[in-house]
């Protein structure tokens, strides 16, 4: 793919963006998590603090091998099947593993041909885009249940809108997305990111359960 494609808002984007925004900012929001609120809700019902955090691990792990071709355990397990286990060195592992998943989708032939995430073959070009939208819905999981600012560009959030918007009506979104939570036009663009992922963007540690 060399032309940019058109996001349902009308802005171009890249056919291979970068994930050094979203990465940089999941590894900030980390640092800034507290061992204490490691048991703390999240946006997601499964998952507290800890087990997004672990995984995050996981999904770096995986969409940096997708982006290698390097198949195996870390791409060919559906991520529904793992329980989540935060380890002792995530702190110095997570950082490290974002680094190495932005390095391998900046490499070329990442965005080409096919390859493998989640037990899924599908199109390296979307798995990218996965990848960039995983980080950045995750890190608004994570900002949310952690009291910490969050401020996606916009380059990036256009990025997840276009992947998500599609398949706002399809009956078949499977377990990766809950119903969409319908948001106004007129909100902020990571708002209706948040609608089109299946939460509500006013989701609060108070609200929670």
Known sequence: MN????????????????????????ARLAAGIDEAGLDD???CPKYAVREMLAHVVG??????????KDFGPT?????????????????????????ELVTAWRTPGAWDGDT???GITFPAAIAGRVALNELLVHGWDLARATGQDYDPDEASLRVSYALLAPAAEDPDRGGMF???VPVPGSAP????VIGLSGR??????????
């Open 3 to 26: 032309a940019n494609t058109i996001d349902p808002t009308g802005s171009h984007v890249p056919d291979t963006p970068d994930l050094g925004p979203v990465a940089a900012g999941m």
């Open 41 to 43: 809700p999240t946006p």
């Open 59 to 68: 999904l770096s792990s995986a969409f940096r091998d997708a982006a290698r």
């Open 75 to 99: 791409t060919n397990t559906d991520p529904s099947t793992v329980t989540w286990v935060l380890a002792d060195d995530w702190r110095t592992q997570l950082p490290g593993l974002l680094d």
């Open 116 to 118: 493998q995430a989640g």
């Open 178 to 180: 809950g119903p969409v």
């Open 189 to 192: 663009l990571l708002d209706r």
């Open 200 to 209: 509500r963007p006013d989701w609060s540690p108070q609200g929670a359960g």
